[in-house]
């Protein structure tokens, strides 16, 4: 049995907490508290790390672990990342500047995207077409990445395990 | 976020001052700030340097993890976390005050005795809460 370690990223309120609750099979440990910062509506925060787990049809375990969102937690990042087999990044389409949200990511984790394979998974895109994938795609390209693109509602557990799918596919691929 | 929008001046004053006092008491802290929970910080005292806003990211990210950590071994609530190292120490003390819940992170050299800084770091915290 093989175990895999995925990192989820992405701005506060995106969905990482939620997503690794989405498909966990143990209960998450969250390390949530109040978020004082009054320009984000949002009640809680993460300040430390999400951990949950699932395992693989094939008995392999994954391990996945979720950041802070906020750029002043960026040691969590990094510290966070060694040993990771592959990104998640998670953007929220209804911020104001979702792209220059997903550079901060790239550029955050620069060194591990060098090497690891990642998948970005954009929410709340049916109520926010835009920017549209294409427009990701794009902006990936003009970082140097070609990273797949979904679209992801995070409470859903099929969609959060189908951005685990695609990054263990690319994973694969790359052995190949 | 601004620590006015949460505290009154007199209680950063105090809290500024309380810090000070953690340093000026010679037990070889040399670097301490309170922070919120989730890591902005309210107040500092330095002699090294050191950036208050990092510092104060790093406590409120310690102290969730020390939590965590407390409950899942069915400890119950975490008091404070020391990091123990070849040069010094660091202790992240957890504390209430108007309703929100603080972190208080010292750094210490190795010079220091962990006992008088874990003191240093309670009495902050009863201080602070009791006023």
Redesign the interface.
Same mark, same amino acid.
């Given at each position: 049995m093989r175990e895999h370690k995925i990192i989820l990223t992405g701005t506060m309120g995106a969905g990482k907490t939620t997503a690794i609750a989405a498909v966990s099979e143990t209960p998450p440990?969250?390390?949530d508290? =109040?978020?004082?910062? %009054?320009s984000v509506d949002k009640a809680q925060?993460t =300040?430390? *790390?999400d951990y949950g787990q699932l395992t693989l049809d094939n008995g392999d375990r994954i391990r996945l672990f979720g950041t802070?969102g906020?750029e %002043? *937690?960026r040691? =969590?990042w990094q510290a966070l990342s060694s040993g990771a087999l592959g990104l998640i990044i998670l953007t929220d389409n209804s911020r104001p500047d979702p792209l220059a949200d997903l550079r901060v990511y790239l550029d955050g984790f620069a060194t591990e995207l060098s090497t690891l394979p990642c998948v970005v998974g954009v929410g709340r895109l049916e109520s926010h077409p835009h920017p549209d994938l294409q427009a990701y795609a794009d902006a990936l390209e003009q970082a140097g990445h070609v990273f797949p693109v979904l679209p992801v509602d995070v409470r859903q557990r099929e969609d959060v395990l189908l951005l685990m799918d695609v990054l263990l596919s690319q994973l694969e691929a790359d052995l190949a | 976020m601004n620590p006015s929008d949460l505290f009154s001046a007199a209680f950063l004053r105090q809290a500024a001052q309380e810090l000070q006092a953690m340093i000026d008491a010679a037990v070889g802290i040399r670097s301490a700030v309170l922070a919120t929970v989730d890591g902005f910080a309210v107040a500092s005292a330095q002699t090294d340097g050191s950036d208050s806003a990092r510092m104060a990211a790093l406590a409120s990210s310690i102290a969730s993890i020390g939590s965590v950590a407390t409950q899942e071994a069915g400890l119950g609530r975490c008091a404070s976390v020391t990091l123990n190292t070849d040069q010094g120490f660091a202790v992240v003390r957890q504390l209430r005050r108007d309703g929100h819940d603080l972190v208080m992170i010292g750094i210490s050299d190795g010079q220091a005795l962990l006992a008088q800084v874990m003191y240093q770091a309670n009495q902050f915290a009863r201080r602070l809460e009791s006023a």
């Open positions: 440990i969250v390390t508290v =109040v978020n004082n910062d %009054r925060t =300040v430390g *790390f802070p906020q %002043r *937690f040691f =969590v | -």
